[in-house]
């Protein structure tokens, strides 16, 4: 059975809809239920009545990597720390995973070098593969060899390469694995197929634990990370750099226990900006960069199945600052009527925070022009305009009263982690 647990919410922080339509972040039988509620229920377009729904989203999973392991008592060592690192939840989140199982032997070993649990969690998501391996392609690999990325990978510690993993067909129909910084090494071997779900999970045994300085090195306790830094060492220091001069880093960290999605433009992207960037106030360039966070984890899976209208950390009262996620085929784009930018790649994957790159800086429309519709006369406008005189903020990014004709239904996102038992 799924448990869902529940985090503490803010009503800044809640999705905000419209009264003519639901969001389409709410799953299919949260959508009924708000559209019953609206259906049979008439409430006065007031400023002063607001409608607030409390909404639960849940993520169905294929697959519990926890419950399959509990089946064979070899690999209890290993699912034990599985779950204790966390790394469980996040292998159940993914719609494709292999995962590389070390038996209690294996573990052993692996214990006796007294690593810190957060060593040992990098350690261990190295063993975990962001692609489908069942046993058929491991043994049909193209060319004999090839390099698959990890969890570990997506967690932003590893330099370059270090966090894939090689994998080579060897004489006698063998498979070796090998970290990508173990100087070409091959220390650990398939021993066989533990479970496959095609395409969804496949966990086979290998018969020693991947070695890594990269994975190995000491490793800072989640409270002690700096997200600022993390995003300086991937390709974000712009970013990362107008965070610190506006305080803004302050609020990202606030949040960071809890749960933090972050979009980072990439230096040239904010090089580029920077014109523009320059001509706001220090109220508007903290809010700017404020709409470049959400207040919940939200790992790529999650993103690709609950599209629809996000609010940001900006979000305040009547100041929306919310933009859409939408996916075209398996990019996913944000939307904010203004600009819409790609996500390009994973900074840092580790929860409860998750980094993304991408493309484009994000322009909120209450302080840019939105994209004008096709049969305007300035269509063809640039995106990226000047800042609105009549959707501008004030300099203390103050809450503006609502009209009295318009009703706001204020949808109470809270932040729910699938536990599974």
């Given at each position: 059975?799924?448990?869902?647990?529940?985090?503490?919410?803010?009503?800044?922080?809640?999705?905000?809809?419209?009264?003519?339509?639901?969001?389409?972040?709410?799953?299919?039988?949260?959508?009924?239920?708000?559209?019953?509620?609206?259906?049979?229920?008439?409430?006065?377009?007031?400023?002063?009545?607001?409608?607030?729904?409390?909404s639960f989203t849940t993520t169905t999973n294929a697959h519990n990597i926890t419950r399959i392991l509990a089946k064979y008592p070899q690999f209890s060592t290993f699912n034990h720390y599985l779950t204790a690192t966390h790394l469980a939840s996040q292998i159940n989140r993914r719609q494709t995973i292999t995962v590389l199982a070390l038996d209690n032997t294996a573990m052993s070993s692996l214990l006796s070098r007294h690593f810190s649990l957060y060593t040992l969690k990098n350690v261990l998501s190295l063993h975990v593969l962001v692609d489908y391996?069942?046993?058929?392609?491991?043994?049909?690999?193209?060319?004999?060899?090839?390099?698959?990325?990890?969890?570990?990978?997506?967690?932003?510690?590893?330099?370059?390469?270090?966090?894939?993993?090689?994998?080579?067909?060897?004489?006698?129909?063998?498979?070796?694995?090998?970290?990508?910084?173990?100087?070409?090494?091959?220390?650990?071997?398939?021993?066989?197929?533990?479970?496959?779900?095609?395409?969804?999970?496949?966990?086979?045994?290998?018969?020693?634990?991947?070695?890594?300085?990269?994975?190995?090195?000491?490793?800072?306790?989640?409270?002690?990370?700096?997200?600022?830094?993390?995003?300086?060492?991937?390709?974000?220091?712009?970013?990362?750099?107008?965070?610190?001069?506006?305080?803004?880093?302050?609020?990202?960290?606030?949040?960071?226990?809890?749960?933090?999605?972050?979009?980072?433009?990439?230096?040239?992207?904010?090089?580029?900006?920077?014109?523009?960037?320059?001509?706001?106030?220090?109220?508007?360039?903290?809010?700017?960069?404020?709409?470049?966070?959400?207040?919940?984890?939200?790992?790529?899976?999650?993103?690709?199945?609950?599209?629809?209208?996000?609010?940001?950390?900006?979000?305040?009262?009547?100041?929306?600052?919310?933009?859409?996620?939408?996916?075209?085929?398996?990019?996913?784009?944000?939307?904010?009527?203004?600009?819409?930018?790609?996500?390009?790649?994973?900074?840092?994957?580790?929860?409860?925070?998750?980094?993304?790159?991408?493309?484009?800086?994000?322009?909120?429309?209450?302080?840019?022009?939105?994209?004008?519709?096709?049969?305007?006369?300035?269509?063809?406008?640039?995106?990226?305009?000047?800042?609105?005189?009549?959707?501008?903020?004030?300099?203390?990014?103050?809450?503006?009263?609502?009209?009295?004709?318009?009703?706001?239904?204020?949808?109470?996102?809270?932040?729910?982690?699938?536990?599974?038992?």
């Amino acid at each position: 059975m799924t448990r869902v647990s529940v985090n503490s919410w803010s009503p800044s922080r809640s999705l905000l809809v419209g009264n003519a339509h639901p969001t389409p972040y709410l799953n299919s039988n949260t959508k009924a239920i708000l559209l019953h509620f609206q259906s049979h229920h008439h409430v006065a377009a007031t400023n002063r009545h607001h409608l607030l729904l409390l909404s639960f989203t849940t993520t169905t999973n294929a697959h519990n990597i926890t419950r399959i392991l509990a089946k064979y008592p070899q690999f209890s060592t290993f699912n034990h720390y599985l779950t204790a690192t966390h790394l469980a939840s996040q292998i159940n989140r993914r719609q494709t995973i292999t995962v590389l199982a070390l038996d209690n032997t294996a573990m052993s070993s692996l214990l006796s070098r007294h690593f810190s649990l957060y060593t040992l969690k990098n350690v261990l998501s190295l063993h975990v593969l962001v692609d489908y391996f069942g046993s058929k392609k491991l043994h049909r690999i193209s060319k004999g060899t090839t390099l698959t990325s990890t969890m570990f990978q997506a967690t932003g510690a590893a330099e370059g390469t270090s966090g894939y993993v090689n994998i080579t067909n060897l004489k006698g129909g063998k498979v070796g694995f090998g970290a990508e910084d173990n100087d070409g090494k091959l220390n650990a071997t398939y021993v066989k197929s533990v479970k496959e779900i095609p395409y969804n999970i496949s966990i086979i045994q290998i018969s020693h634990p991947l070695d890594s300085a990269e994975a190995e090195a000491p490793t800072a306790a989640p409270t002690d990370l700096n997200i600022t830094e993390i995003m300086m060492k991937q390709g974000c220091k712009a970013f990362a750099d107008l965070l610190k001069a506006t305080d803004a880093d302050e609020t990202f960290n606030q949040n960071l226990d809890a749960g933090l999605t972050v979009f980072c433009p990439t230096d040239q992207v904010v090089k580029d900006f920077m014109p523009k960037y320059k001509n706001l106030t220090a109220a508007k360039k903290k809010s700017l960069l404020l709409y470049h966070g959400l207040p919940v984890y939200m790992n790529m899976q999650m993103l690709k199945t609950n599209t629809g209208i996000m609010n940001t950390l900006a979000t305040d009262g009547a100041n929306k600052f919310d933009f859409t996620v939408d996916k075209n085929d398996e990019v996913v784009m944000l939307d904010t009527t203004v600009v819409t930018a790609k996500i390009t790649g994973i900074v840092k994957d580790e929860e409860p925070l998750i980094v993304y790159k991408i493309s484009k800086v994000l322009l909120p429309k209450e302080m840019f022009k939105p994209v004008e519709s096709a049969n305007a006369p300035d269509a063809d406008a640039p995106v990226d305009s000047e800042p609105a005189d009549d959707q501008t903020l004030d300099d203390n990014n103050g809450v503006q009263r609502l009209g009295s004709k318009r009703l706001v239904m204020v949808v109470l996102s809270l932040c729910i982690r699938m536990v599974f038992m």
